[in-house]
């Protein structure tokens, strides 16, 4: 089958389309595709994950690159998807390689790709990788193991975690932090998150050492995998419990009486604080499927919003481009002007214990003031798996027939991507997932809470 960059890079099924082969045809690719890059000489960094043969993956691409002539520093130990951002971009690099499946279950691997200012590589770019692939067959991988290119010094180890470390020091106000007694509990759910914070501050980790299976869970910060440090919230005495994904980029907040806290509060939450305690300013990037309690904060401030479609790598391009505070999306991945113009579960969680530590309230505290400033907004997501990517692309067609859903007559549509059906008090947008298998189905309302009645009808009508 051909290699294809979906919503965040390339993911495939371990020992099925991700192999060793199809790693380097694909590392190959992205070599010839960028081998007249202005900054080529300073070399790529390549990093890697917790999963299952993640580092023999990266010391694979790591030769293939190197014996293609291209200098390469590989982390030497694993490291959160935002180190590769940050060592591409600091050390002058030409781009970034990082080996995950960032929140995909235990089966899956991946190849991400960071670009030079750090943030995720953009279609455009992407493309001309898959076009170098379909020349596959022709390629020459060169003959010098990963041993002799070490020690040759065509490829180098690179202390990924303490530079990471290092920054987290310079742009979180840790002492303030550590000051305010804030009790931390934080959960790694044994990706390459855990270890990162360790003597920065005081906190409890949980799920913080490697288990390639995960546990038998995906390593996705969503409710239904947060129980745990949802109970251990509940029975201890925390003020915040901050979740990071498989690869850090992608973070979930838990509030001090164990309740999730969705990932349109934390967008707005972080939103507010650093207009109105850090006084930031520039313009806002959310994702298609985001709140549209972030237009009403927008709306406020005067600040522009773009709405971009979804994927990570669409809010990276803008905040490259333009002069943006803050980039998000639904998933729980956040960007801020002042550190990466690309998501970090570990930099955002840290803000978080920031902002309660200058704000001097309970994180409970500060959302009733959010939803009594704003109104309620109610927001759900469900994914159904399907059969064939057919079925997926036959149900998002369906979609744009539908005139009433759950009772709610439809006022509108937006096809960016997928369908999104508007209502008078809300929305339901269905897309095909660029990662998994799946149909993935969102919705949101305001002052009434009707989230699971337009879900249970989709479903009914979809028969899934």
Known sequence: MAIKFGTDGWRAVIADEYTFENLKKISKATAIAFQNHPKIKNGIIIGYDTRFLSKEFAECAAEVFANH?????????????????????DKNLAYGVMITSSHNPAKYNGFKLKDEFGGSMGPSQLVIIEEKLKDSDSFNYGSDVFDNLLNSGKI?????????????EKKIDIKNIKSSGINIIYDAMYGSGQGMMDGLITLKSIRNEINPSFGGSSPEPVQKNLSLICNEMKNGNYDIGIVTDGDADRIAIIDEN????????????????????????????????????IKKICDEYGLKLYTVPIGF???????IKEDILIGAEESGGIGLKHHLPERDGIFNGLMFGEMLAVKKKKLSVLIDEIESKYGKYFYKRIDQHLTSNEQKTELVNLTKGLKEVAGLKVTGQDDLDGCKLLFENGWLLVRASGTEPLLRIYTETTGINKTDDILKDIVKKFNI
């Open 156 to 168: 180098e180890y690179a202390k990924g975690k303490e530079y990471f470390r290092e920054i987290l």
């Open 313 to 319: 790598k669409y809010i990276s391009e803008l905040m």
């Open 69 to 89: 002539g291209i200098k390469v520093f590989l982390t030497d130990t694993f490291v959160t998807t935002p180190t590769v951002s940050l060592l591409s971009r």
């Open 258 to 293: 164990g309740e999730f806290v969705d990932a349109q509060k934390t967008f707005a939450l972080l939103l507010s604080y650093l207009i109105n305690e850090k006084k930031m300013t520039g313009g806002v990037v959310r994702g298609f499927s985001s709140s549209d309690l």
